[in-house]
T-cell receptor, first 111, second 112 residues
């Protein structure tokens, strides 16, 4: 158990819809990262937050947004969903930059 | 670019050594990492090496770093069926706020 909790574990929705993925980091970790894992793109860095502020941005689409709340949990919002958005979305938290602790992921299926 | 490259598949016999290779892009990366992803789970940090080292050994794991060629390898001695997983190489890109960039992952299959 990494200490990082992600909900929901599985989500099935239709194209054009919007979903929110939630992440609770390990106790005491201020940094939260979001990654997307798909078969054809591998593990793609989306965005990082540190203590409520956006710190680094990767290949995150404009249809996607994220935030980190004062209690340090984070949400990733995906809107106008397309078939290609089907993937496993991981949240990770850390104290130090390279030693990330990953949640078990949220598997999104867009039909 | 920000590409970390790995071969996608490796198949080994139980008891043999496995060598997983990776090339990275940022010569100023201070740390390089190996993560392991077991089926249905998130990634777990396996080991890491500081950029001023050539080799790091941790029980059955040996990490070799060739900074000149920007090549990193992970050797697993006496590979077991429980080692079957996807192994990701990762580097921290410097400049501004650090971010961890992963390779596509190497799927290791261990067969009897």
């Amino acid at each position: 158990d990494s200490g990082v909790t992600q909900t929901p574990k599985h989500l099935i929705t239709a194209t054009g819809q919007r979903v929110t993925l939630r992440c609770s980091p390990r106790s005491g970790d201020l940094s939260v990262y979001w990654y997307q894992q798909s078969l054809d793109q591998g593990l793609q860095f989306l965005i990082q937050y540190y203590n409520g502020e956006e710190r680094a941005k990767g290949n995150i689409l404009e249809r996607f947004s994220a935030q980190q709340f004062p209690d340090l949990h984070s949400e990733l919002n995906l809107s106008s969903l397309e078939l290609g958005d089907s993937a496993l979305y991981f949240c990770a938290s850390s104290v130090e930059a390279g030693e990330l602790f990953f949640g078990e992921g949220s598997r999104l299926t867009v039909l | 670019g920000e590409d970390v490259e790995q071969s996608l598949f490796l198949s080994v016999r139980e008891g043999d050594s496995s060598v997983i290779n990776c090339t990275y892009t940022d010569s100023s990366s201070t740390y390089l990492y190996w993560y392991k992803q077991e089926p249905g789970a998130g990634l777990q940090l396996l080991t890491y090496i500081f950029s001023n080292m050539d080799m790091k050994q941790d029980q059955r794991l040996t990490v070799l770093l060739n900074k000149k060629d920007k090549h990193l390898s992970l050797r697993i001695a006496d590979t077991q069926t429980g080692d079957s997983a996807i192994y990701f190489c990762a580097e921290i890109l410097s400049g501004g706020y650090n971010k961890l960039i992963f390779g596509a992952g190497t799927r290791l299959a261990v067969h009897p």
